[in-house]
């Protein structure tokens, strides 16, 4: 059984940091990415960040040079490191992981590629 928990979210205030973690439990051999998405209410769900079996990180342009993703094989965790927060990063962010197959770049952050979610974790920043 596939399990992906999420953690770490909270209040910060503009300019901090959160680091999210996903405990990911029961994933296929051949999930071929995990990563972070977010969504605030009445839009759709959007692509943060994703990694992939080879430890290469796509970034979403919003958040690229603010945010880092982290392996930690020991622990089977990905971590989310989130600098210089902005309001508009407010959101549930919920870690994924997806099927088999690599994804073209653009293809990377369209969640119904992801076969297996969390239940999110929900972060505000306020001005």
């Known amino acids: 059984q596939v399990q992906l928990v999420e953690s770490g979210g909270g209040s910060v205030q503009a300019g901090g940091s959160l680091r999210l973690s996903c405990a990911a439990s029961g994933l296929p051999d051949d999930s071929s990415y995990i990563g972070w998405f977010r969504q605030v209410p009445g839009k759709e769900r959007e692509g943060v960040a994703v990694?992939?079996?080879?430890?290469?990180?796509t970034y979403a342009n919003s958040v690229k040079g603010r945010f880092s993703l982290a392996k930690d094989y020991a622990k089977n965790t990905l971590s989310l490191q989130m600098n210089s927060l902005k309001p508009e990063d407010t959101a549930m962010y919920y870690c994924?992981?997806?099927?088999?197959?690599?994804?073209?770049?653009?293809?990377?952050?369209?969640?119904?590629?992801?076969?297996?979610w969390g239940q999110g974790t929900q972060v505000t920043v306020s001005s």
């Open positions: 994924a992981a997806s099927g088999p197959g690599w994804l073209v770049i653009h293809r990377r952050f369209r969640s119904d590629l992801y076969s297996f």
């Open positions: 990694i992939d079996r080879g430890e290469i990180p």
